[in-house]
């Protein structure tokens, strides 16, 4: 198969599969950080203690405790829409 692969292509088109499907698993794992961002944001909404508790030893904790909680969800609301909006121009080069 990777012979028939190298009749087809000639060297300058392998390295641009080659870094194309580089950029395709950068895109996936970008993509799962978007997706894995959503309930961590959720959580932050819902309850953030909760999430403080999963992670005890978070060396944040303290600081995190002492914010308020409405400026906990703004700041996680703008993370997330920079987030998506990264990823977005990502994947539309």
């Not at 580089?22 to 997706?35: H, K, P, Q, R």
């Amino acid at each position: 198969m990777i012979q028939d692969i190298k009749n087809i292509c000639s060297r300058k088109h392998i390295k641009y599969l080659i870094l194309l499907l580089l950029g395709m698993f950068i895109a996936a794992a970008i993509e799962m950080i978007g997706l894995g961002s959503v309930p961590i944001f959720i959580m932050i909404i819902i309850d953030i203690d909760v999430l403080l508790n999963k992670f005890p030893t978070f060396f944040a904790n303290d600081y995190i405790k002492s914010l308020s909680q409405d400026y906990i969800t703004i700041f996680g609301g703008i993370i997330l829409i920079l987030i998506f909006l990264l990823k977005n121009i990502y994947l539309s080069l």
